[in-house]
């Protein structure tokens, strides 16, 4: 006697082998993203933590107070050094931000006229100075006058991501490959963007200078009579130890 299967369990039948190939279907697919995931992240620091070269605000906090009107010695140095240094590495105008409306107000208005006339003096053109005017958020603190340019800084970070745990775990890929930890070399390469004082460095080397032309016709004439030419330093014996004991 042959037994069928009725048509509802054929039915049946179908549909649970689609839902297992679906099933095995979404796994696979859930497999290849995290293999692509952590593949994405770099194992040299150099390219987790790169440093950057952009357009960044330089600034100076002057403190002024209400029954004051000018400068001090210190404020005076600080506005000239900032003069210097933007016609060195300026790329915008100077932004001096003046408070309004605080008790300070006027003796702020004094103490800029005296900042344009310091930025003149140091050869900052009339145009490179913008001011511009703010009311504090907060009013217990004492409002200042801010001046702030654009400049050409070299930055890297943040610094301080722990997407993984550094202790010895099933789940620590980099503990069980061997592998630096995601936040190693950040504090290096952001010391580094902080140091260097030219960020086109980075990127190209510098041109180089044209020789010394008196120095070196001195070592080729030198070298022409057949004598050495390494130079002599007498001062360099006076600051040998004493041969004494010895």
Not at 37 to 42: G, M, R
Not at 194 to 210: G, I, S
Request: proline share 7%; hydrophobic share 40%.
């Amino acid at each position: 006697m042959t037994t069928q299967i009725p048509l509802d369990c054929n039915r049946a039948l179908r549909i649970a082998g689609a839902l297992v190939g679906l099933a095995l279907a979404l796994g696979a697919c859930t497999h290849t993203d995290e293999a692509l995931t952590t593949a994405s992240v770099p194992a040299d620091y150099r390219l987790r933590h790169p440093i950057a070269v952009q357009e960044a605000d330089q600034s100076v906090v002057i403190f002024v107070g209400h029954a004051r009107g000018g400068l001090s010695a210190e404020q005076r140095a600080d506005v000239m050094g900032l003069a210097q240094t933007w016609l060195h590495e300026g790329t915008g105008a100077i932004n001096a931000d003046v408070p309004v409306d605080t008790p300070n107000a006027r003796a702020a208005a004094d103490a800029v006229r005296e900042i344009q006339s310091l930025l003149a003096a140091a050869g900052v053109p009339p145009r490179g100075l913008l001011v511009r005017h703010y009311h504090p958020n907060d009013p217990r603190q004492l409002a200042a006058i801010r001046l702030s340019y654009p400049r050409i800084s070299a930055v890297a970070g943040p610094c301080g991501v722990w997407p993984e745990d550094l202790g010895p775990s099933i789940k620590n890929k980099s503990y069980l490959e061997n592998q630096q930890y995601f936040n190693f070399g950040c504090a290096y390469q952001r010391n580094m963007a902080a140091m260097v004082d030219n960020p086109a460095d980075l990127v190209q080397p510098r041109a180089e200078t044209p020789p010394y032309t008196m120095r070196r016709a001195e070592a080729f004439e030198k070298y022409r009579k057949g004598t050495s030419t390494a130079t002599s330093y007498p001062e360099s014996d006076r600051a040998k130890l004493s041969d004494t004991g010895k």
